[in-house]
T-cell receptor, first 117, second 116 residues
């Protein structure tokens, strides 16, 4: 079974509107972290936002927020007020393990977001 | 501050040739990783090194070897390249979980490898 599932291969949004990118995960470890990365057409991987499994509040970073629903095992990325520069591939990733364990990220297959003017 | 630097950025190999991808980080991170990215597959872990002197297999290690030369450098070697190894390769580094609450991985700019 896939550990990270991104069900939307592609998404379209109008400039200035909000968009939600879906991510569900599968783990039996009580300690885990969820990450979102952005990959523009230039290819680099840009870290956006992090949510820890024990965090009480949903993470926010500027226009990015993470809708964390632990019971549903979902960690959706919400981008508010979309900009043309938000057009990119977005990856959800998970790190499992207790404190002190090695850090390995498992990635989903990604969602290609296109922002239309 | 360069972060994670990979060389080369592009490479074309013939089937059966060997090559080494180089990676260096200047953030004093303990852990380093090699991923490959294929269309529709996301990033998959090839090998990782939790700390200097240790290496472990990831999800797709077959056909690859690694060397953690020192704390800064982690190289990936293809001994006999195959067309199935055509991919974009990313090196990354991080601190192990527990050093900070937000231990994201920092990525190099990638190496686009084509095996013909």
């Amino acid at each position: 079974a896939q550990k990270i599932t991104q069900t939307q291969p592609g998404m379209f949004v109008q400039e200035k509107e909000a968009v939600t990118l879906d991510c569900t995960y599968d783990t039996s470890d009580p300690s885990y972290g969820l990450f979102w990365y952005k990959q523009p057409s230039s290819g680099e991987m840009i870290f956006l936002i992090y949510q820890g499994s024990y965090d009480q509040q949903n993470a926010t970073e500027g226009r990015y927020s993470l809708n964390f629903q632990k019971a549903r095992k979902s960690a959706n990325l919400v981008i508010s007020a979309s900009q043309l520069g938000d057009s990119a591939m977005y990856f959800c990733a998970m790190r499992e393990g207790q404190i002190g364990s090695n850090y390995k990220l498992t990635f989903g297959k990604g969602t290609l977001l296109t922002v239309n003017p | 501050n360069a972060g994670v630097t990979q060389t080369p950025k592009f490479q074309v190999l013939k089937t059966g040739q060997s090559m080494t991808l180089q990676c260096a980080q200047d953030m004093n991170h303990n852990s380093m990783y090699w991923y490959r990215q294929d269309p529709g597959m996301g990033l998959r872990l090839i090998y990782y090194s939790a700390s200097e002197g240790t290496t472990d297999k990831g999800e797709v290690p077959n056909g690859y070897n690694v060397s953690r030369l020192n704390k800064r450098e982690f190289s990936l070697r293809l001994e006999s390249a195959a067309p199935s190894q055509t991919s974009v390769y990313f090196c990354a580094s991080s601190e192990p979980y527990g050093r900070a609450s937000n231990t994201e991985a920092f990525f190099g700019q990638g190496t686009r490898l084509t095996v013909v």
